[in-house]
């Protein structure tokens, strides 16, 4: 039972390039979450999914687009990289009336 | 524009000192919880509490909801360098999808 994992753990992208977050649970969980870390500010919801094929928009979602074609996946997507995306990427999970479950996060440095 | 303000930020003390974070909002939460992260993982749930006024104790760490639900204290006793570590309060609000809305976390050092 591995939780919530995260690919990649760390990324370097350059103004403009694109890329894709994958974030996995094997907990059979319904809902999914992406949030970004940065100093000072907490968390900060970008996407958010209560299952399987939804989708929905958080705090921050511009510049970002999400999936979830399988109940276990939850992909973020960056489709043109900016420096200001520069943060810590954080993928949680959990089932209705408990508690979220973290992934390690990815760190993504944008140039 | 911060919904849940968390203070202090940073908080430097040495080990057996007693210290407290605060959480406070405007809004009313259905639940709050804490957690506690550490450097390179993600956040780990403490406790949560669901009840105004309710008083939750985890050994040396006692948590308290507000009677109005709109904020939380985090009191730590005889604090020891384990306890070292980012802390963030997190409500939640009814029919939201079970989203959180994080503080700004407080960074608590704990020197021996």
């Known amino acids: 039972n591995a939780g919530v994992t995260q690919t990649p753990k760390f990324r370097v992208l350059k103004t403009g390039q694109s890329m894709t977050l994958l974030c996995a649970q094997d907990m059979n969980h319904e809902y999914m979450y992406w949030y970004r870390q940065d100093p000072g500010m907490g968390l900060r919801l970008i996407h958010y999914?209560?299952?399987?094929?939804?989708?929905a928009k958080g705090e921050v979602p511009d510049g970002y687009n999400v999936s979830r074609l399988k109940k276990q996946n939850f992909l973020l997507g960056l489709e043109s990289a900016a420096p200001s995306q520069t943060s810590v990427y954080f993928c949680?999970?959990?089932?209705?009336?408990?508690?979220?479950?973290f992934g390690p996060g990815t760190r993504l440095t944008v140039t | 524009t911060q919904l849940l303000e968390q203070s202090p930020q940073f908080l430097s003390i040495q080990e057996g000192e007693n210290l407290t974070v605060y959480c406070n909002s405007s809004?009313?939460?259905?639940?709050l919880q804490w957690y506690r992260q550490e450097p390179g993982e993600g956040p780990v749930l403490l406790v949560t509490?669901?009840?105004?006024?309710e008083v939750k104790k985890l050994k040396r760490l006692t948590f308290q909801f507000g009677d109005a639900r709109k904020d939380s204290s985090l009191h730590i006793t005889a604090a020891q360098p384990g306890d070292t570590g980012l802390y963030l309060c997190a409500g939640e609000k009814l029919a939201s999808g079970s989203r959180l809305t994080f503080g700004e976390g407080t960074q608590l050092t704990v020197n021996p």
């Open positions: 509490v669901v009840t105004g006024g």
């Open positions: 809004s009313v939460f259905s639940s």
């Open positions: 999914s209560v299952g399987e094929g939804t989708t």
């Open positions: 949680a999970s959990k089932q209705d009336g408990y508690e979220q479950y």
